[in-house]
């Protein structure tokens, strides 16, 4: 059997679907494997940096790895900034790039690049196939080490000379996860920890999505009666009326959250990653922590932990869940949960002639809506009105970058999103910035017959960068550019763009828009408040 023949193999043993990437001359015996498996389907892509964030949100919605691949030199260094993004965010993918064959890797040699050790800081394992007897190994190796917790990138480069060579082997056996869990001394100290307190605060992170352990965590804290804050990417573990939802903390500034951390006596964090935010940002008071996460804490002086659970989380909280946790109602001082609605622009009452703000769209965007709507955030200062004002309806359905948080991933990551949840309206959101960098994958999307919404916040401005100008030094400067008319570059692609001129016509365009199955439509919405 031909080397990439195994490896294709060995990806279909890994209930591989899709691989997104660009083919090149390193890479045609593996592309060649590919054109011959019925299973997966390579989703040929325009630039490498999208292909990495397409696999980047198809990891996190399907639950399994996403794959990518790239040539070698300057096709796997196009995949860098995508895979430092799924690994930061703790996303699990899988990047495959070619190599220069190892014959010619020791003298300096065309587009040759020690690949490996450059993605050594941004994976979680980067490694070279240096014996094509190994694949089996590796690949297995690989899909593991991607959704160990917490979860992440990995890098396999494959030399082009071992790509064609005849070896006898098979994909290993594909095996589950054993699952731990705290043992009863740790569980009753915990509970006692909890006894002890006053005003416990439940601290959400993402953890307990990516543990699917929502069910688990929503029943201890309506027995705990504690309220609860989440962070950018553990929206929607609360339902937004839950009585314990204090919503989201995290913010740079005016992070109206912050009281309460400070007003608490116990904080019971779970499955928080410090990626997000450093606890030296919002636990100034230095509160006790009751650590509860799949991996032991992070030594951190404004982290001072007074007790861990550490073990899957959705068998943990089963486990607390049986004995009877005291409950510790408590309200912070002062009307706080109204006044976080109303910094945060939540529940607004919307009328036909208000101005098109990222506010009143996101409330629009919340209103038509449902349980299995995927909203994606590019990165800039929408991303924060998202964080704050954006309720999802659905834990998991909001896929925000607060890793590395790289401009660029809302219009490819949709296309990841809609092949992992084809039955799921998808809407992206990206500022005029952003959208730019990987504009090209519209053709992507088009070719495949995806259907998805694009919302483009048109300001020629790099808002979020202006706005700290302005606050550190009264002006902006270098944060102001030019765009193309987006609808006719919409139109370009073979797809719909519409530019509304108010909130009624962005709501109608957006209902025609979630009503399409086998359209994609992109919404141009200009202005300065956007």
């Given at each position: 059997?031909?080397?990439?023949?195994?490896?294709?193999?060995?990806?279909?043993?890994?209930?591989?679907?899709?691989?997104?990437?660009?083919?090149?001359?390193e890479?045609?015996?593996?592309?060649?494997?590919?054109?011959k498996?019925?299973?997966?389907?390579?989703?040929?892509?325009?630039?490498?940096?999208?292909?990495?964030?397409?696999?980047?949100?198809?990891?996190r919605?399907?639950?399994?790895?996403?794959?990518?691949?790239a040539?070698?030199?300057?096709g796997?260094?196009?995949?860098?900034?995508?895979?430092?993004?799924?690994?930061?965010?703790?996303?699990?993918v899988?990047?495959?790039t070619?190599?220069?064959?190892?014959?010619?890797?020791?003298?300096?040699?065309?587009?040759?690049?020690?690949?490996?050790?450059?993605?050594?800081?941004?994976?979680?394992?980067?490694?070279?196939i240096?014996?094509?007897?190994?694949?089996?190994?590796?690949?297995?190796?690989?899909?593991?080490?991607?959704?160990?917790?917490?979860?992440?990138?990995?890098?396999?480069?494959?030399?082009?000379?071992?790509?064609?060579?005849?070896?006898?082997?098979?994909?290993?056996?594909?095996?589950q996860?054993?699952?731990?869990?705290p043992?009863?001394q740790?569980?009753?100290?915990?509970?006692?920890l909890i006894?002890?307190?006053?005003?416990?605060?439940?601290?959400i992170?993402?953890?307990v999505?990516r543990?699917e352990?929502?069910?688990?965590?929503?029943?201890?804290?309506?027995?705990?009666?504690?309220?609860?804050?989440?962070?950018?990417?553990?929206?929607?573990v609360?339902?937004?009326?839950?009585?314990?939802?204090?919503?989201?903390?995290?913010?740079?500034?005016?992070?109206?959250g912050?009281?309460?951390?400070?007003?608490?006596?116990?904080?019971?964090?779970?499955?928080?990653?410090?990626?997000?935010?450093?606890?030296?940002?919002?636990?100034?008071?230095?509160?006790?922590?009751?650590?509860?996460?799949?991996?032991?804490?992070?030594?951190?002086?404004h982290?001072?932990?007074?007790?861990?659970?550490?073990?899957?989380?959705?068998?943990?909280?089963?486990?607390?869940?049986?004995?009877?946790?005291?409950?510790?109602?408590?309200?912070?001082?002062?009307?706080?949960?109204?006044?976080?609605?109303?910094?945060?622009?939540?529940?607004?009452?919307l009328?036909?002639?208000?101005?098109?703000?990222i506010?009143?769209?996101?409330?629009?965007?919340?209103?038509?809506?449902?349980?299995?709507?995927?909203?994606?955030?590019?990165?800039?200062a929408?991303?924060?009105?998202?964080?704050?004002?954006?309720?999802?309806k659905?834990?998991?359905?909001?896929?925000?970058?607060?890793?590395?948080?790289?401009?660029?991933?809302a219009?490819?990551?949709?296309?990841?999103?809609?092949?992992?949840?084809?039955?799921?309206?998808?809407?992206?959101?990206?500022?005029?910035g952003?959208?730019l960098?990987?504009?090209?994958?519209?053709?992507?999307?088009k070719?495949?017959?995806?259907?998805?919404?694009?919302?483009?916040?048109?300001?020629?401005a790099?808002k979020?960068?202006?706005?700290?100008?302005?606050?550190?030094?009264?002006?902006?400067?270098?944060?102001s550019?030019g765009?193309?008319?987006?609808?006719?570059?919409?139109?370009?692609?073979?797809?719909?763009?519409?530019?509304?001129?108010?909130?009624?016509?962005?709501?109608?365009?957006?209902?025609?828009?979630?009503?399409?199955?086998?359209?994609?439509?992109?919404?141009?919405?200009?202005?300065?408040?956007?």
């Amino acid at each position: 059997m031909k080397a990439t023949d195994l490896l294709v193999q060995c990806l279909e043993n890994e209930d591989v679907e899709y691989i997104f990437g660009i083919m090149g001359k390193e890479t045609l015996d593996l592309i060649d494997s590919l054109s011959k498996s019925k299973q997966i389907k390579f989703v040929n892509v325009r630039h490498e940096q999208g292909a990495a964030f397409m696999a980047d949100v198809y990891g996190r919605l399907a639950k399994k790895p996403g794959v990518c691949l790239a040539t070698l030199g300057p096709g796997a260094t196009n995949l860098l900034t995508g895979i430092s993004s799924a690994n930061l965010d703790h996303s699990p993918v899988v990047a495959i790039t070619g190599q220069a064959g190892l014959e010619r890797q020791h003298p300096e040699s065309h587009q040759y690049l020690d690949i490996v050790k450059i993605f050594e800081p941004a994976t979680k394992w980067s490694v070279q196939i240096r014996d094509s007897q190994t694949i089996s190994t590796i690949i297995r190796k690989a899909f593991r080490v991607a959704q160990m917790e917490k979860p992440g990138a990995v890098l396999i480069e494959l030399p082009e000379n071992l790509a064609p060579q005849m070896i006898p082997s098979n994909p290993l056996l594909v095996t589950q996860f054993p699952k731990s869990t705290p043992n009863s001394q740790a569980i009753e100290y915990a509970r006692s920890l909890i006894g002890q307190s006053n005003k416990p605060l439940v601290i959400i992170g993402n953890g307990v999505i990516r543990q699917e352990a929502v069910d688990e965590l929503l029943t201890f804290i309506e027995n705990l009666k504690s309220p609860a804050l989440h962070s950018f990417m553990a929206k929607g573990v609360l339902s937004k009326d839950h009585p314990s939802n204090y919503f989201t903390f995290g913010f740079t500034k005016q992070d109206e959250g912050l009281p309460i951390i400070e007003e608490s006596d116990l904080l019971i964090v779970v499955g928080y990653d410090f990626v997000e935010k450093l606890p030296k940002e919002w636990n100034k008071k230095l509160r006790p922590v009751l650590h509860i996460d799949p991996l032991p804490a992070e030594m951190n002086e404004h982290y001072p932990v007074r007790g861990e659970l550490v073990g899957d989380l959705k068998e943990t909280f089963h486990a607390l869940n049986k004995l009877e946790i005291p409950s510790k109602p408590w309200a912070p001082s002062g009307n706080l949960k109204a006044q976080i609605k109303f910094a945060y622009q939540i529940d607004l009452e919307l009328q036909g002639n208000q101005a098109l703000t990222i506010e009143n769209i996101l409330t629009i965007i919340e209103n038509l809506t449902n349980e299995k709507t995927i909203v994606i955030s590019d990165v800039g200062a929408h991303k924060v009105s998202i964080a704050r004002t954006y309720q999802p309806k659905q834990a998991g359905r909001l896929i925000i970058s607060n890793g590395l948080a790289s401009m660029g991933i809302a219009v490819p990551g949709a296309i990841g999103a809609k092949l992992a949840c084809p039955d799921a309206p998808v809407i992206c959101i990206t500022g005029d910035g952003g959208a730019l960098m990987n504009i090209s994958e519209l053709e992507t999307a088009k070719r495949l017959g995806l259907s998805f919404v694009i919302i483009v916040l048109n300001n020629s401005a790099l808002k979020l960068e202006e706005q700290m100008m302005q606050d550190k030094f009264t002006n902006s400067f270098g944060t102001s550019f030019g765009n193309p008319d987006f609808v006719k570059l919409a139109e370009s692609f073979g797809i719909k763009g519409v530019r509304p001129n108010d909130l009624v016509a962005f709501e109608q365009f957006l209902k025609d828009a979630l009503n399409q199955t086998n359209e994609l439509t992109l919404i141009d919405v200009q202005g300065k408040d956007v």
